[in-house]
């Protein structure tokens, strides 16, 4: 079965400092997406980013930006510069053909909760 | 404004009392999900439609039923809640594609059963 590991479970820094949120994951297939969702403490849930497998291109959206390395099955999510309004959690999901069981292939990462201190 | 809508916000019920969360989306899309969210779990699915009339279970469908007789509206149906189904629920859709696209969300349903 495919699977998503975000192994930080919370990390906290310092308001300006740049912090790196790390996803890896694994799947049988060879064509699959890559997506990030924030959750701020309002708790809407809002995408980020959709990468597919065949992109490799790292993305830069003003203070984020996104490595994508298949040699390490990874996906992570960097913000430059954090502000207070980055507080959030933060979820890695990947959606394949094959996910195993019944589900339809978008499994979710467990979230790595986010704190900005001023 | 193009939205998914869950109601109601908050529920606090008891154990073994039915209860229906709706979910409602204006953007015409063919794919729609639900999805409960527990402290150190992430997100799982419960349950998921590809289109009108088509359902099928996600990681979590036990407890839980759902409908899709019109494509704007999925309801999700706890015939019988029980305290393991505390928990703050979402409800998605996406264009068709279904989980190869971008996900829009509602606002949640925070729901205790006591």
Redesign the interface.
Known sequence: AQKVT?AQ?EISVVEKEDVTLDCVYETRDTTY?L?W?KQPPS?????LI?RNSFDEQNEISGRYSWNFQKSTSSFNFTITASQVVDSAVY?CAL?SLYSG??????T????THLIIQP | EAQVTQNPRYLITVTGKKLTVTCSQNMNHEYMSWYRQDPGLGLRQIYYSMNVEVTDKGDVPEGYKVSRKEKRNFPLILESPSPNQTSLYFCASSPEGGRWEKLFFGSGTQLSVL
């Open positions: 975000q479970t997406y997506f969702y708790g809407e849930l809002v995408f959709r979820f959606s069981g019944g589900a339809d292939g978008l979710f990462g467990k979230g």
